[in-house]
Each structure stands twice: as structure tokens, then as C-alpha cells.
């Protein structure tokens, strides 16, 4: 069986893209993600009070977009004291009062009073059932800002982390969005704002064979894909061009005008079009115009070598240094809250070696750097370094 | 030479054992089941333990089929927890949920109902609480998830998914709530994910433990993996689940004991009908007062599980035909509880490479010392019968289960050998008198008065 190794995507219709903060940060219960069947809150749930209840009617203003989960069991696990002679479910039931005072049918919720864990105080939870109706192919991995999916463009609703995702879906994000898809097959994909993305085919078949399909409509998606047996297929298709992994780790980029760019990091990478087909290997790139057919390989630039800082902490904000990459024209600094730089990542374009971190990026951030040539090639990246942001 | 050798085949067999997980090695496997079926002594009967079982006579009581529905499962977990029992452990996997199909059709008609604005009238608002009753009473999976709320000592199965494409859906990391604190790497049983039930379900209950079973290639189940690897966490089977459930001041001890033979132990088989059983025809249809089910179930730890023929809940053990594989997981519980746990892995499996190399070194000396060949064939057969002995000893007394083979190969290969080699040398001596003979032949005696 062959296994390919795991491998980078990235479509770049657009420019400089800000990752917008998380959204979930603001609401009453401290952030919300519905993950494998639990609404994990931010906070732990109190079993009663005014923030409990204002939560509560945030999680079902949140069910409410979720068509797709057909049932909520609100649990209050609470110390045996407490439990007594049916308090416990009382509790239980109260809160599910709240979730049908805001919405959601009664139908829909149940209340349970299971044993509380020793030693931990009493608290709220909550957990759903979803729809068996069709397997999901992908599930919201994180996401900042507003997303939406649906299946045509005019039925998109809100999306949050947890979310599942259906075979022919669109998935959009806002201008100031971004986030994270994990597929079936564990690769996932990375929407940048002010994209639009169906999800074709995603079959996943005996000895690790897989068929991924992905359509980009509009926007940047970057995407790490898992390994896959002999005969897998992963396509990324626009309208000009369809990438398919052979193998290897690399980017594409899609561009306004229709046509393609792709910069192969490692191994060997096709680049389709109407008038023919070109590979490319690890360390070169490629790029399809309208109407033409692939150009030769190109080498891609080195990955720029980072001055500093190489972490610790700041309180005005600190500039960040690299040395010249020869050919390059500009450069993309990106900035993550996390070193994967899976969500919640800033990205700027600077013309010289340094970029000074905007005021209201306060807390720690990893950075990187990549090259960027005239024609729009993006290098290696550099190494990821850290700062802390402590006005 | 030769003989040196023959006893080197020996010590390569327990070496390779001792590689390969430790005995039972791949030759001695009948002979372990044999010996660990009919010579070592079993598990004595437990007093705390019940099978709770979904037998033939349950499904026609019920008047349902496999799987069970889960408004039932809701009544038999009431039921039990009238009991009061000690602790629940399910050998089932809620991993889909309920149909709902009944369910979306009264909520369209209830949609329906209030559009029209049917429910604001008397007999409409009476219509409308009625259909909300009964889709409520309908609703398998919320009347499941309270009654094991209300249960509060249920441990639900879960399924360690070793397969590439499984026909599970996997739950992420923490869904089975918070992973042993474990090494992960030396374990037996490695996944790639773990499957649990619905969430709900998860939530209302105790906990879960993984219901996977370690089977050899002969199709024999002969260790029961206590704790899973998975993705650098680890989770606990439904025996360790429920003994930390039991017993959460012996955590550590539990612990330790559930990683013994890298987390999975060869298992001490208990004697027939060792575990009480009750149909779930029973549970459910007898009269909550009943004293004959609160003797079986009171305070008890009830272990549920499907046993009705044709359900593939039969798992074939050491010696046995087949058991219902929830029993496997009683007796695991109960081996643990007790430390009789058998080890013949690390340290055991050196003794044993040891042992091996003390027996065919000393009886390679002893042949050297032996005049003939009856006296090297019984010291062959003292020395067998001695590994034979400590073998058994010490697999009887402290569970140290020890490669038996190896050893005697080593023996019958040596022994072999020095026959072939004495009867050589006697063959050479016979032919050197031969020869000494028609050198120096002896003159036939002349009889009297006859001239030569």
C-alpha cells in the first residue's frame, strides 16, 4: 500500500487577510463550540442565576441555526446534598425551561441529574443528537468571525467550531472570518475570509482509500492533507485548473483572472489544464495563465532567515526583523495565536525586512514569514518564532 | 558441537517467545489452554457478580428483536436501578441514535396544529399538551439518558477502533471523559480512535470503558486488555471502568495491577457457571418488590449483556467452547479485584529465557558425565519433569506463566543428539574390534589326529 506523505495547499485569490477574533469570546457563555455531541461552553454553568439563564438562551439562539441537531439533554450534576428528592432534575428542568422559553421545542429537550463528579461543585451540561440522516464529511475545527454553510447560497446559516458538514454544502466565511474544516479523512482545510467553498465527493473506502473533491468558488483555502492508500484522489478544483496530489506537500493558488499558480515544496505535484498538463517538483513552482497551457517548473524562493524576536515579552508593540531573500519582491507575514497557525491567524504583506505588530495584537503570537516574487510565487516558510504583547 | 547446538535451538524458542509477548508461545498455545483449563484451579464463584442477560427468553418476553429499542433499555436500566445495585456495566455501544422517524412526524403535526391556530382553542391547546406527552413518552434516547441519570451507576460500553475504516463514528479526544493517567507505549492493545455512545447517553451515565477483547490468531481469547492506547491517551476497559467505579480508594492499586503484562494479563478462567445469571425478562417483569430479584440484584454489580443464540455475543475462551463475551468482562473484573492476574511478559519472560538456559546447560553437563545412554535418557526425563513441575508451580501458585516448550525442545533435540553421537562412537569401536580381529585372526583349533 502506498502512502503519500502529508502534504499543503494554499489558494490565494486574495492579498492580506486578517483572521478576525473569535467571535464566541463575547457571548454569555464564554465561548460555544458543539463538539462530537457536547456543547462545551467557555466557562463552566452555573446550575442557577442570570448568567446561566442568558447563556442558556445563547445556546439555544445558537441550536436554532443548527438545523441538523435534533435533540438537547441539559444534565445538572450536582453534589448528593443537593440532589435530594428531585432537586437535582428540578434544576435540570429549569434550564430546560429556559432553552424552550428561547425557542427551541419542547419536544426537543430532555433534563437529566446525573451523580456529580467528587469533589467538584455542581454544574450545568449539555449535549445533542444529530441527525443520522446522511455521514458527515467535515466538521468546523475552529472559526472566528462569521460562517455560514448551507446548500445553496441562498439557505447559508451561521456556523460555529463542532459544526458538521455535508456532502454538496457551501461553506462561506466574512470578510473578516476565517476557519478550520477537518474532512472525513482527518486532512483539513483552512478557509480564509471572504471565501466560498462547496464540498463535493469525500468517499472513503478499505486500505485507506480515499476521494476528496473540493470546489473553491471564491476566496483562499489552505489545506494539509492526511495520507492516503494507493488509487486515493484529492482534488482541489477552480475555474481554470484542478490540482491533484500525488504525493507530496505543496501549495496552489488560484487567481482572480482564472488562472493557477502552484509551488511544490516536496515530492511531485500535477498541475492540469485545458491545454495540458505539467509536473512539478519539490522546490519548483508553476503557474497557468487563461487560456495557455502550464509554464516550465521555476525554482521557488528559500525561506527567509528571521532576525528576531525570538519570543519573550513586550509592552509596546515589537518590530519584527528577517534578512533579504534574493528575487523576492514582498514578503507575508503571518501571525497565529497557535504554532500550527490553524486558526486566528493575521496575515500582512511588507515590502522591506522588518513589520512593526500592529497595537491591538496584545497577548502571545507566533510568527513566520514567507517570500513572495513578482509574479506572485510564495516561497518556503521560515521559522516560527514567538512574542508576548504586555502593554 | 552438535549437541551445543541442539540446545541453543532451545534457548532461541524461548527467546523468541519472550520477543513475542511472552507464553503461551505459537507451538505451546494448546497445551497452555489445555493445562490452564483442566489443571489450574478456577475462579471461584463469585458472590457479588450477576449477569444481567438478554437471552432467548428475553426477546420473545419483549416481543422485540436485536438491538433492543431504546425506550426498553430505558425500562431495564429503571428496573435495575430499583435494585439498587452496586454498579451497572454494559456490554453495548449506544454509538447511533434512536429512530426519530415517529418523533419529526408528530413534531410536524404540532408545527401544523399551532400555524393553524388550532391550539389556541380549548380542545386544540388539550390536543396539542396530549401529542407533546406522548412524543415525549416516545423519545427513546432522552428516556434512556434519564434512566441512567437516575441509575447513577451505569458503565456504558465503548469500542477501541483498530481498524483502518471502521463502522464506527470516532469520538475526539476526551469524549469518553478524562484518560488514565498511564504510559501509553508499552500497551498490547493499540487504536487508532475510540467510539462511545451518543452524547447524551455519555453524559448521563458513570463513565465507559472499552469492550474490545485481544483474539490470537487460533480465534482464541487467552489475554484481556485492561487499558487501551489511543493516540497517546489512555482509556480503561469495562472491567477496570467499573473497578474504579467500585473501588476509587484503590485507584493506584487498580492501576497498577490493570498494567501488568503491558495491560493485558492472560486470564485465570473461572468454572462453569461461575457467574449468576438473570434473564432481563426477569428485571423487567417482575414485581419491583419482589424479594427473590432484590436477593439476585441488590447491591450487586450487574453486568449487561446480550447472550440470546445467533447474536454473536459468544467469545471462545482457553479450553471452552464459548462463552457470552459480557462474562469475559465479569471474570476480568473479578481477576482484578483479586490480583489474579497471570504475567508472562518483562521480567517473566527473562526468568523464563533463564530457566530455559539453566535446563539445557545443566543437562548438556550431565550428559557429558552420563556412561550410557539409559542414564542420559533419564536425566533428560528428571530434567523435563522438573521444568514441567516449575513450570506449573509457579503459573499455579504466583501466575508467573512460563515458556514450557522451549525447554523440552531443547532436551529431546539433546538427547537426540547424544544418542546419535554414542551410538556413532559405539558403531566406531564395534568396527575398530572388527578390524583388530581380521588383523590378528585366531587359529581355528585342529581336532585330534588330523594333520594341517
Known amino acids: ?391 | 558441537m552438535w549437541r551445543g547446538l541442539a540446545g541453543v535451538v532451545g534457548l532461541a524458542l524461548a527467546g523468541v517467545t519472550a520477543v513475542t509477548g511472552g507464553a503461551p508461545g505459537l507451538f505451546e498455545r494448546a497445551l497452555y489452554d489445555q493445562a490452564v483449563s483442566r489443571l489450574l484451579p478456577g475462579v471461584p464463584r463469585s458472590a457479588d457478580l450477576v449477569l444481567v442477560e438478554v437471552d432467548d427468553r428475553a426477546l420473545s418476553a419483549l416481543g422485540e428483536r436485536w438491538p433492543l429499542s431504546r425506550a426498553t433499555w430505558a425500562r431495564a436500566f429503571r428496573a435495575m436501578a430499583a435494585q439498587r445495585p452496586a454498579a451497572v456495566a454494559v456490554d453495548v455501544v449506544f454509538d447511533q441514535p434512536g429512530s426519530r422517524d415517529a418523533l419529526e412526524l408528530g413534531e410536524d403535526v404540532l408545527g401544523a396544529l399551532r400555524d393553524s391556530g388550532l391550539a389556541d382553542q380549548p380542545a386544540g391547546a388539550a390536543l396539542v399538551a396530549d401529542l407533546e406527552a406522548r412524543l415525549h413518552a416516545q423519545d427513546g434516547d432522552a428516556r434512556l439518558a434519564e434512566s441512567l441519570a437516575e441509575n447513577g451507576t451505569v458503565i456504558l460500553g465503548a469500542a477501541a477502533l483498530t481498524e483502518d475504516v471502521s463502522m464506527m463514528p470516532p469520538l475526539v479526544d476526551g469524549a469518553l471523559g478524562s484518560p488514565l493517567p498511564l504510559p501509553v507505549d508499552s500497551l498490547r492493545l493499540q487504536a487508532l480512535e475510540v467510539a462511545g455512545s451518543i452524547a447524551p447517553l455519555r453524559m448521563a451515565a458513570q463513565g465507559s470503558g472499552t469492550l474490545n477483547m485481544l483474539v490470537d490468531s487460533d480465534g482464541v481469547i487467552r489475554r484481556y486488555p485492561y487499558v487501551v492506547g489511543v493516540d497517546g491517551h489512555v482509556w480503561p476497559s469495562l472491567a477496570l471502568a467499573t473497578a474504579l467505579r467500585l473501588m476509587p480508594e484503590q485507584f493506584e492499586s487498580l492501576l497498577r495491577r490493570a498494567t501488568v503484562d503491558d495491560g493485558a494479563p492472560l486470564m485465570r478462567l473461572p468454572a462453569p457457571d461461575w457467574l449468576p445469571r438473570v434473564s432481563l425478562a426477569d428485571v423487567l417483569q417482575a414485581d419491583p418488590r419482589s424479594v427473590g430479584l432484590d436477593l439476585a440484584l441488590r447491591g450487586k454489580t450487574l453486568f449487561v449483556g446480550v447472550t440470546a443464540t445467533g447474536l454473536h455475543g459468544q467469545s471462545t475462551l482457553p479450553g471452552q467452547v464459548a462463552v457470552p463475551g459480557v462474562e469475559i468482562h465479569a471474570f476480568a473484573l473479578d481477576n482484578l479485584r483479586a490480583e489474579r492476574l497471570m504475567r508472562s511478559s518483562g521480567l517473566v519472560a527473562l526468568a523464563g529465557l533463564l530457566e530455559t538456559a539453566v535446563v539445557v546447560l545443566l543437562f548438556g553437563w550431565r550428559c557429558r558425565r552420563a556412561r550410557t545412554l539409559r542414564a542420559v535418557a533419564l536425566t533428560a526425563l528428571g530434567f523435563g519433569v522438573l521444568h514441567v513441575g516449575l513450570v506449573g508451580w509457579l503459573a499455579a501458585d504466583f501466575g508467573w506463566v512460563l515458556p514450557l516448550i522451549p525447554a523440552c525442545v531443547g532436551l529431546g533435540l539433546m538427547l537426540l543428539v547424544d544418542s546419535a553421537a554414542r551410538t556413532e562412537e559405539l558403531g566406531r569401536q564395534r568396527g575398530a574390534l572388527r578390524r583388530l580381529f581380521v588383523r590378528y585372526p585366531q587359529a581355528a583349533p585342529v581336532p585330534p589326529g588330523e594333520s594341517r
Open chain 1, 1 to 391: 500500500m502506498t502512502r503519500t506523505l502529508p502534504w499543503l495547499m494554499v489558494f490565494a485569490l486574495s492579498g492580506s487577510q486578517a483572521w478576525a477574533q473569535d467571535a464566541a469570546q463575547g457571548d454569555a457563555c464564554g465561548g460555544l463550540r458543539f463538539v462530537n455531541g457536547r456543547v462545551e461552553l467557555g466557562r463552566k454553568l452555573e446550575p442557577k442565576g442570570p448568567a446561566t439563564e442568558a447563556c442558556l438562551k445563547h445556546v439555544a439562539e445558537a441550536l436554532a441555526s443548527r438545523p441538523a441537531i435534533r435533540s438537547v439533554t441539559v444534565a445538572a450534576r450536582l453534589p448528593d446534598a443537593e440532589r435530594l428528592d428531585g432537586q437535582g432534575l428540578a434544576v435540570a428542568k429549569a434550564a430546560a425551561d429556559v432553552l424552550v422559553s428561547a425557542g427551541v421545542a419542547r419536544t426537543r429537550v430532555s433534563a437529566v441529574a446525573p451523580p456529580a463528579v467528587p469533589g467538584e461543585p455542581g454544574q450545568l451540561q449539555l449535549a445533542y443528537v444529530e441527525r443520522p440522516a446522511q455521514p458527515r464529511v467535515a466538521q468546523v475545527r475552529a472559526a472566528s468571525g462569521d460562517v455560514s454553510a448551507g446548500p445553496g447560497s441562498d439557505s447559508l446559516r451561521p456556523r460555529g467550531v463542532g459544526d458538521s458538514l455535508y456532502t454538496g454544502e457551501l461553506f462561506q466565511t466574512s470578510k473578516d472570518a476565517s476557519a478550520e474544516l477537518e474532512l472525513a479523512d482527518t486532512s483539513r482545510v483552512r478557509v480564509t475570509a471572504d471565501s466560498l467553498l462547496r464540498l463535493g465527493a469525500i468517499e472513503l473506502g478499505a486500505n485507506s482509500k480515499r476521494v476528496v473533491r473540493l470546489e473553491l468558488m471564491r476566496g483562499t483555502v489552505e489545506t494539509v492533507a492526511a495520507p492516503g492508500g494507493e488509487g486515493s484522489v484529492f482534488e482541489v478544483r477552480t475555474r481554470g485548473a484542478v490540482a491533484g496530489v500525488r504525493g507530496t506537500q505543496f501549495r496552489v493558488s488560484a487567481q482572480e483572472d482564472g488562472g493557477s499558480r502552484l509551488e511544490t515544496l516536496e515530492g511531485k505535484v500535477a498541475l492540469g489544464a485545458d491545454l495540458g498538463e505539467v509536473e512539478v517538483a519539490g522546490g519548483h513552482g508553476s503557474r497557468v495563465l487563461p487560456g495557455a497551457a502550464p509554464e516550465a517548473p521555476r525554482p521557488l524562493l528559500t525561506a527567509p532567515l528571521l532576525n528576531g524576536p525570538r519570543g519573550g515579552s513586550f509592552t509596546t508593540p515589537p518590530k519584527l526583523e528577517w534578512f533579504t531573500v534574493a528575487g523576492a519582491k514582498t514578503y507575508r507575514v503571518e501571525l497565529g495565536r497557535t504554532a500550527d497557525f490553524a486558526a486566528s491567524v493575521r496575515t500582512y504583506d511588507a515590502q522591506g525586512q522588518a513589520f512593526t505588530v500592529p497595537t491591538d495584537l496584545t497577548g502571545k503570537w507566533f510568527w513566520r514569514v514567507l517570500p513572495v516574487d513578482a509574479d506572485g510565487f510564495i516561497g518556503f516558510p521560515s521559522k516560527i518564532f514567538a512574542f508576548d504583547l504586555r502593554p
